[in-house]
């Protein structure tokens, strides 16, 4: 019952900040960034023309998904990203706690968008085990109060060998904390509700919840980061010295994924794929 007031009262909170903003000409900007626009289909025709849906693209092929997946958009708030799915020829379920006609899924009355949408709290998900290929979170993690709750019952509705994939979701710093990231989030400085995690609570709330693979999208594997020294004359002539070489390259490339997974600046952003066993 808690859980439920808090997110009624976020819900609303984020209605009232998005229709100040809306009211607001120093924030156009930033309504017509985050697809806020009051025109529907016009914020869905350009979030599916937009250099985000194409990473959420690359982020698809990369979990293994082909065209024609079933895709659950989880906590898909007024269904651009469903839209865009539905456009690319996925199969796409829609499911928002929220019915708001500003940014829930009321959003989608009278638009014939040919996918099937659903009111549910993502820690309690109405679908039976082994239904969806792909799980997609966009920058909705970050809003839950518990992430491994929501994240369990993903692992639960995908099929063997699917994925989930969390896609822009806020992280802390080690230092700072959340005071010093609500100051620089500009939703947050109009009233939203913002949140934001560590990314090791992210990764072990995944791991938690059962996913057998976690990997951090944002962060280069060692070999990705050895082709990056090897396309540059003086790194790669760094790693070829004799005995030492391979050394400084493992330190450096200890030293990159420190500043990455733990020195997240405030606002910064990171993309997680997650594979269930299978």
């Given at each position: 019952m808690a859980e439920s007031k808090f997110y009624d009262q976020e819900i609303s909170t984020y209605e009232q900040s998005v229709l100040e903003m809306r009211s607001s000409p120093q924030h156009a900007d930033f309504i017509r960034r985050e697809f806020l626009d009051r025109d529907f289909a016009a914020a869905a025709e350009r979030f599916a023309d937009s250099e985000f849906f194409t990473e959420i693209v690359e982020l698809i092929t990369e979990s293994g998904a082909h065209v024609g997946a079933h895709i659950l958009d989880l906590g898909g708030g007024r269904g651009l990203l469903s839209y865009a799915l539905r456009k690319k020829g996925y199969r796409?379920?829609?499911?928002?706690?929220?019915?708001?006609?500003?940014?829930?899924?009321?959003?989608?009355?009278?638009?014939?968008?040919?996918?099937?949408?659903?009111?549910?709290?993502?820690?309690?998900?109405?679908f039976p085990e082994y239904t969806f290929d792909l799980v997609i979170c966009k920058q909705m993690l970050h809003h839950t109060t518990h992430p491994r709750h929501l994240l369990a019952e993903a692992h639960?509705?995908?099929?063997?060998?699917g994925a989930t994939i969390a896609y822009k979701e806020h992280c802390l710093p080690w230092y700072g904390g959340k005071k010093r990231f609500l100051a620089n989030h500009e939703g947050a400085r109009y009233g939203a509700q913002e949140n934001a995690f560590r990314t090791i609570t992210y990764a072990r709330a995944f791991r938690d919840s059962g996913y057998e693979k976690v990997r951090l999208w944002?962060?280069?594997?060692?070999?990705?980061?050895?082709?990056?020294?090897?396309?540059s004359d003086a790194k790669r002539k760094l790693i070829a010295l004799p005995l030492v070489g391979e050394v400084l390259f493992r330190l450096a490339y200890l030293k990159y994924y420190y500043w990455r997974y733990w020195c997240s600046s405030p606002g910064q952003t990171m993309n997680f794929i997650a594979r269930k066993s299978g």
């Open positions: 796409v379920t829609l499911c928002e706690i929220s019915r708001s006609p500003i940014t829930g899924l009321g959003a989608i009355d009278g638009h014939q968008l040919e996918l099937h949408a659903t009111c549910a709290n993502g820690e309690a998900l109405p639960r509705v995908l099929k063997a060998a944002d962060i280069d594997t060692i070999d990705q980061l050895r082709s990056e020294y090897l396309a």
